[in-house]
């Protein structure tokens, strides 16, 4: 089976930078995604990582470490409308893009 | 179109009825996911499709619960016997094949059954 562990909730202030920390358990690894999701909003796709390291893209960073089934989001100069939850979720066993969501993480930001 | 479109987008019904819940994906997009999520929780893995196959439906809680996907494009998720914990917001997701880890979801579907 799989699981991730993720913070329930983080708050931050306007400008500052965050970091959204994920565990996983699982079998099989093909890669780990972050997706974001407002409030009744679709989840959408932010990063994935299939290999160790840092990928970055805008204000957002994603990072992997397979060694310790470990990776984090990083938010940089946040803003008011990152306020959201967001989501690693683990392409594992099952092929495709099938994927496995943690349970979310509850950014707040605040001014 | 533009993106996933997902129909309805909210469902009420009551407790035993029948359901269907409609998925149309991007065009172009071979691949196509059921997911749903309940209130504070992260998306739940229901079945995939590769084309009009289901590549995996091991995520389907039960057999009152079958998606369809008969031309390789629209799908459609039934729900038969509607019990009041199937009440969830139903995502519809579909993806390219050689584009790893992105899902493009649609806005769902929300099912409350009373």
């Known amino acids: 089976g799989q699981s991730l562990e993720q913070p329930s909730e983080v708050t931050a202030v306007e400008g500052a930078i965050v970091q959204i920390n994920c565990t996983y358990q699982t079998s099989g690894f093909y890669g780990l995604s972050w997706y974001q999701q407002h409030d009744g909003g679709a989840p959408t796709f932010l990063s994935y990582?299939?290999?160790?390291g840092l990928e970055e893209t805008g204000r957002f960073s994603s990072f992997l470490s397979r060694s310790d089934s470990y990776g984090y989001l990083l938010l940089q100069e946040l803003q008011m409308k990152d306020s959201a939850s967001y989501f690693c979720a683990v392409r594992g066993e099952g092929g495709g893009n099938k994927l496995t969501f943690g349970t979310g993480t509850q950014l707040k930001v605040e001014l | 179109g533009a993106g996933v479109s997902q129909t309805p987008s909210n469902k009420v019904t009551e407790k035993g009825k029948y359901v269907e819940l409609r998925c149309d994906p991007i065009?172009?997009?071979?691949?196509l996911y059921w997911y749903r999520q309940s209130l504070g929780q992260g998306p739940e893995f229901l079945i995939y499709f590769q084309g009009t196959g289901a590549a995996d439906d091991s995520g389907l809680p039960n057999d009152r619960f079958f998606a369809v996907r008969p031309e390789g494009s629209v799908s459609t998720l039934k729900i038969q016997r509607t019990e009041r914990g199937d009440s969830a917001v139903y995502l519809c997701a579909s993806s390219l094949g050689g584009a790893a880890g992105e899902l493009f979801f649609g806005e769902g579907s929300r099912l409350t059954v009373l």
């Open positions: 990582n299939a290999l160790d």
């Open positions: 065009s172009g997009h071979t691949a």
